[in-house]
């Protein structure tokens, strides 16, 4: 069978060139398709297209840029089992969630062309003070400039659509630099946005390496860069273009809380049944995959039982089955550093009640007790499915360990009472907090983003919107306001 090769867009034009880069799914290793890795030439050509269509692009009639974005949505729905099958091959993601990022993505650019029909500014009366009569203000939000959008592997389309869609919407130029492994369903992206009636240069698809990336971070032509990954290089790139406008999403440790409150069974196989589900979703490759669980210790033991009990029902396996729960990692680097980390916690004193294996990619479920102070697999980011179970003696002792991380991007608190939920959102220095439900709930309208070293800036559609532009005032003189 013939491997298909995809080209990069420049400016809505299909480009291929003779370097050619092999994307291989990460479960068994086989050459999902080949793309072409643009060079320095398209490089410029892509940002001189932004930089000179800016203009144009940001005064574009709302209801082009809404159609469009409706076109895209439908087009993703169209194509829905082609696009997650794709998202899986690449990524190595159980197809079931891969389905459910198309939808995502789908919901992510209807929501955005709602929001675009909607983003009118607001007027201010002036005469509320003397001096000022027949004077009215009429505050709008125009586009910050062209912006860089560079994706991460773990969700290679909607990540992606969460910096398409709200640029589009505003009228800002974008060039995506998705992920290196994983950049198959934002090239067919680009398919369907050549599709619409957007102006050339409004976006632009460019498969480069990191280095490549890291020259385009500092064109002084793409004054936003929107980025989503790892902390080294979030802050790294802030610090290297401190004039310009970015937006981090970086890393997390998420926690959740089982409160005293928290007693009724149905409740607690509930809350067991979210933990283990979504501890080990993405194979734990998610910002916001349970992390950490912190367990009042009237329930710790009952809790544990359930916990352990629920994950033992996931199915680990070949991302392309519909029956598996739990794939392989992006490779076997980030597999092999995730069973090190169990490794070093045993070392320290941790138990390991179930898990801990590892077959190339593929690393077990693993739920661990009694992790040190210090153990990576409690203070950093792990980035596996692996989840640390911790014992507390109150709501508050919870709260606090929460709070010690260097992390703040979403907590869960599982309580039944208003004024503990009010008192966790109050006191977790977090960017979110989910009451009832783990710190992975996300809905895409919603803002969505951290504290800490979980980056800064927010997205979600109308958030994002927001973020990417910057108010500008018009003030109308001799005006016999109403």
Partial sequence: MSIKHFPFLIAGEATTTDSRIEIRNPFDGRIVATVSEADPVHIESAIAAASAVATEFASTPVHIRADALIHISTRLNDRHEEIAQLISAESGKP?????VE???????????????????????????????????????RVPRGPILGI?????????????????????????????????????????LLAETSLPEGAWSVLTVS???????????????????????VGWAIRDRVPRKHVTLELGGNAAVVVCEDWSDEAGQDFAAERIARFS?????????????VFLHDKHYESMRQRILSWIGMLSTGAPDDDATDVG????????????????????????????????????????????????RVLDDEVFGPVVALCKVSSDEDAFEK?????????????????????????????????VGDVPSYRADQMPYGGVKDSGTGKEGVLSAMEDLTEEKVLVLTGIDVL
């Avoid at 993405?282 to 950490?292: K, L, M, P, T, Y």
């Avoid at 490779?331 to 550093?337: F, N, W």
Wanted: hydrophobic share 45%; aromatic share 6%.
């Fill in 102 to 140: 198309v939808t995502r993505a789908a919901t992510t650019f209807r929501w955005a062309a709602e929001e675009a029909r909607r983003w009118s500014g607001h007027m201010q009366r002036l005469d509320t003070d003397a001096g000022s009569d027949g004077r009215l203000a009429l505050v709008h």
């Fill in 95 to 99: 197809i079931k969630w891969a389905r």
């Fill in 151 to 191: 994706a991460p592997f773990n969700f290679p389309l909607n990540l992606v659509a969460h910096k398409v869609a709200p640029a589009l919407a505003v009228g800002a130029p974008i060039i995506v630099k998705p992920a290196p492994a994983t950049p198959l369903s934002s090239l067919v992206l680009g398919e």
């Fill in 402 to 434: 929460v709070n010690e991380s260097r992390f703040g991007l979403q907590a869960g608190v599982f309580t039944s009472n208003l004024q503990t939920a009010f008192r966790a959102s109050r006191v977790l220095n977090v960017g979110g907090v989910i």
């Fill in 280 to 292: 080990m979703y993405q194979a734990g490759q998610s910002c916001i995959a349970v992390q950490r």
């Fill in 210 to 232: 990191n280095e490549k990336a890291s020259e385009m971070v500092q064109d002084p032509r793409l004054p936003v860069v929107s980025f989503t990954g790892s902390v080294p």
């Fill in 328 to 375: 392989p990692l992006i490779d076997e680097r980030a597999a092999v550093r995730v069973e090190q980390w169990i490794d070093e916690a045993v070392a320290g004193g941790a138990t390991v009640l179930t898990g801990g294996g590892r077959v190339g990619a593929v690393v077990e479920p693993t739920v661990i007790e009694d992790a040190p102070r210090g153990a």
